[in-house]
C-alpha cells in the first residue's frame, strides 16, 4: 500500500534534505574553488593552485567558506526538488491515463526531474547568492572592487538588503532556472538510466542494487548534468558575485561580455574542480537520499 500522497510528499522531502548535507560536506572545498575560479579566471593558474592558494591564505576554513548558506541551499534545494520530483511524477502518470503504481520509464522520470526544477530554483537562487558572494569576497577585496569584505552570512545578508533591497536575493534567477531545467533533465535521466543498467544486470530491483552502484549512478548524473549546464553556471555565478558593486547585466548580456573579452574558455573555469567534486558529492547525495527514503517507507509500513 502506497503512503497517503501528504505523508510521501514529507518522506521525500526529508529524504532530499538529508541528501543535501551529505552533497555539500563531502564536495564543498571543490565547490569554493569552482566559484573563484569562475569569477577570477585570470587570478589562478588552475584548479590545484586555487585550491593551494585558499588554503595558505585562510586554511581549511578557507576552502569551507560559504559552508552555512551552501548547507540552507542545497538542503531547501533538494528538500524541494525531490518532493517535487515526486509530485511531478505523478502528475506525468496522471496526463498519461496510468494508474498511480505504475514505475514511470527512464525518460518520464527525467522529464519529471526537469519540471522540479524549476520549483527549487526558487528557493536556492538566494541561498546560493550568499554562498557565492561569501566564497569569493577575498577575491572580491583583493582586486580592489570593494573596499570590505563580509565574512558572515548575516553580513552578507545585512548588506544585500541594504543595497539591493529584497529582490537582490534573487539575482540570477532566470540563469538559474535556464541552467536547472535541461541539468536536471540530463541529471535524473542518466541516472536512472546507469540505476536499470545496474538491476539489469545484477537482475534485481532498482531499490536494491546496492551502496556501490548508488554512488556510480549519482556521480554520472551529477556529470552529466555539469557538462551540459556549466556554462550557464559560470554566468550565474559572476552575475551573482559582481552585482555586489553595480548593476550587472542579465544571462545574454553577461554570457555576451565573458565571450568577447575573455574568450570562450573562461565560461569554463572551474570545470576541473567541478568534476573532479561531482562523484562523491553527487553519489553522497543520492546515497543520503536513497538510503533515508527507504528507511522512511519502512517505518512507514511497519
Keep these: ?17 538529508v541528501g543535501g548535507a551529505a552533497c555539500v560536506f563531502s564536495g564543498q572545498p571543490l565547490d569554493t574553488a569552482k566559484v573563484k575560479m569562475q569569477t577570477f579566471p585570470t587570478m589562478y593558474r588552475g584548479f590545484v593552485h586555487c585550491f593551494m592558494s585558499t588554503y595558505r ?23 524541494v526538488l525531490f518532493m517535487s520530483y515526486g509530485f511531478c511524477q505523478q502528475v506525468i502518470r496522471l496526463a498519461a491515463g496510468l494508474p498511480s503504481e505504475t514505475v514511470l520509464s ?18 536556492l537562487c538566494p541561498t546560493e547568492l550568499v554562498k557565492c558572494r561569501l566564497q569569493a569576497m577575498y577575491e572580491m577585496e583583493a582586486s580592489g572592487k570593494i573596499s570590505k569584505s563580509h565574512n558572515t552570512v548575516w553580513s552578507v545578508v545585512k548588506s544585500i538588503m541594504k543595497t539591493e533591497g529584497f529582490v537582490g536575493f534573487f539575482n540570477g534567477l532566470t540563469t538559474t532556472i535556464a541552467r536547472e531545467v535541461p541539468g536536471y533533465f540530463c541529471f535524473f535521466g542518466a541516472y536512472e538510466l546507469c540505476r536499470s543498467t545496474f538491476a539489469e544486470h545484477m537482475k534485481c530491483d532498482k531499490d536494491d542494487i546496492g551502496v556501490l552502484p548508488i554512488i556510480f549512478s549519482g556521480g554520472l548524473g ?21 552585482s555586489m558593486t553595480a548593476k550587472q547585466g542579465g544571462f545574454f548580456k ?45 517505518q512507514f509500513d511497519s
Design 106 to 123: 527512464d525518460m518520464q522520470k527525467a522529464c519529471a526531474g526537469s519540471v522540479a526544477s524549476i520549483f527549487s530554483s526558487l528557493v
Design 57 to 79: 591564505q585562510m586554511g581549511v576554513r578557507g576552502l569551507y567558506q560559504g559552508t552555512t548558506p551552501a548547507l540552507m541551499a542545497n538542503i531547501a534545494e533538494n528538500s
Design 1 to 17: 500500500m502506497a503512503p497517503h500522497p501528504v505523508v510521501q510528499a514529507i518522506i521525500d522531502l526529508s529524504a532530499g534534505a
Design 222 to 242: 551529477g556529470g552529466c548534468l555539469w557538462l551540459v549546464v556549466y556554462p550557464m553556471d559560470c554566468v550565474k555565478s559572476r552575475i551573482q558575485v559582481m
Design 254 to 298: 553577461t554570457l555576451m561580455t565573458i565571450a568577447r573579452t575573455e574568450g570562450v574558455r573562461a565560461l569554463y573555469s572551474g570545470l576541473t574542480p567541478t568534476m573532479v567534486r561531482t562523484f562523491p558529492a553527487n553519489g553522497a547525495l543520492f546515497l543520503g537520499y536513497e538510503a533515508s527514503r527507504k528507511f522512511m517507507m519502512k
